[in-house]
């Protein structure tokens, strides 16, 4: 998913979706967006183009009033969607500099984090260290 560009509203979409937890319809989704001032042919049109993109699938059909319609489901999940825009934004950045650079940003931000993400966190870099460790016979080790 490389590259992925979406426009404002397909993210809002997103953010339903995720945020709901299921599978909506198109009138689901208004209904869910009432801040905003979507038309129904706009959200056919977004809906219709995060599909091309493979961003959103079809889950199932469903009785909407008098007619059925397609129910919709992300097919990318939010971490995906920010590893996405990370390469996007920083494109000549090796992962390590792009997590780096996000990791200082956050962490920069002031209050600090607290002691169960510090060591959640400790437990992703030591897994990462083991997987260094198996991959280059041990050669590795003293990267992380």
Not at 2 to 10: G, K, Q
Not at 12 to 21: A, H, M, P, T
Request: one cysteine or more.
């Amino acid at each position: 998913m490389a590259n992925l560009s979406l426009s404002e509203m397909e993210r809002d979409i997103l953010q339903i979706l995720w945020q709901e937890g299921r599978a909506l319809s198109r009138p689901e989704i208004l209904s869910h967006a009432e801040d905003k001032s979507w038309s129904p042919n706009s959200i056919h049109q977004a809906l219709n183009s995060m599909m091309k993109k493979e961003v959103l699938g079809i889950e199932g059909i469903i009785r909407c009033g008098r007619v059925y319609g397609r129910t919709y489901i992300p097919r990318i999940s939010k971490q995906d969607l920010i590893s996405s825009d990370m390469e996007r934004l920083m494109p000549n950045e090796t992962l390590g500099r792009r997590l780096l650079g996000v990791f200082a940003a956050l962490t920069g931000k002031g209050g600090g984090i607290d002691a169960e993400t510090i060591e959640q966190l400790q437990q992703m870099l030591d897994k990462e260290r083991q997987e260094l460790k198996h991959d280059d016979g041990g050669l590795a080790a003293d990267v992380l």
